[in-house]
């Protein structure tokens, strides 16, 4: 057999291969088998900066046949709509409560639920504030309003409400308390001076330039961890492309999003 024929032969059986590899999503881009899917993320209020902003767009550009749809609530709100029938994918919610819940009313894909970032809750005023606010123990002092988010439903809240339980003043001040739907609103409340001070997670802080920092919640007042959980859904119609969503957040660049914007990764 003669050179020509030899190589003609390899090439043919190059192509047989490579079309054979093709076929079964080993050659090329994976991502071809996600084509046409779509990840709904259902999360906390407080990851909407970080999502919107830079991952949910760096993401897309590495699959670019796989479109994300982000709905922001309270994480209890989320935990509500899913129970009701929310058409999610993935759930990542700023407090292991509501995430249990769902685990434990076998809507979770236990195993892929992740103990993924930790935040922190802070005391925030107005930039400009004149007000002698420096300690959580001043809140007993405050005459106007305190925003906090509504503990029954938003982690940042029952986090609040623990702080000042903690520290003796809750009774003191709830009925100075200004409820917000979901942290960003108790964001807002202080950024628009319609409340003296407000109780938020740092990183919700770090992203308005309209309010500063007085302190962090001390050690001793909150002793639950601050924990951001994420998980893929059980009745996920996307669980391809959600478990992709889901490698992709573990991955360093991913992780190096999420630690610019204030949060720390759980290890």
């Known amino acids: 057999m003669d050179s020509k024929k030899i190589i003609i032969i390899i090439i043919v059986a190059i192509a047989i291969i490579a079309a054979a590899l093709y076929a079964t999503g080993s050659l090329g881009t994976t991502n071809n088998t996600l084509n046409g899917q779509e990840v709904n993320l259902a999360a906390a209020a407080s990851l909407k900066n970080v999502y919107d902003e830079k991952l949910i767009p760096m ?3 590495k699959y670019p046949g796989v479109k994300v749809t982000p709905t922001y609530a309270s994480s209890g709100d989320l ?3 899913i129970e009701n029938g929310l058409k999610a994918d993935v759930f990542m919610a700023a407090a292991n409560k509501q995430m249990d819940a769902l685990v434990d009313e076998k809507l979770v894909n236990n195993d892929t639920n992740l103990q993924f970032l930790e935040n922190k809750v802070v005391l925030i005023v107005p930039k400009d504030s004149t007000a002698n606010i420096s300690s959580f123990d001043d809140l007993k002092n405050v ?10 439903s938003v982690p940042a809240g029952q986090y609040g409400k623990e702080i000042l339980t903690n520290l003796g003043i809750w009774k003191d001040v709830k009925s100075k308390l200004s409820l917000g739907t979901d942290v960003t609103a108790v964001l ?3 950024a628009q001076k319609s409340a003296d001070c407000g109780i938020v997670y740092a990183t919700d802080a770090k992203a308005n330039d309209d309010v500063k920092v007085v302190c962090e919640a001390p050690e001793n007042a909150l002793k639950t961890p601050v924990i951001y959980p994420v998980a893929v859904l059980k009745d996920s119609n996307n669980s391809d492309a959600a ?17 610019d914007y204030g949060f720390t990764i759980h290890e």
């Open 143 to 152: 005459e106007g309003n305190i925003a906090i988010g509504d503990p029954e």
């Open 59 to 61: 993401f897309e550009e």
């Open 243 to 259: 478990n992709k969503f889901l490698d992709f957040l573990q991955t360093k660049e991913a992780k190096d999003i999420f630690v």
């Open 79 to 81: 935990q509500s709509q």
């Open 188 to 190: 807002n409340q202080v």
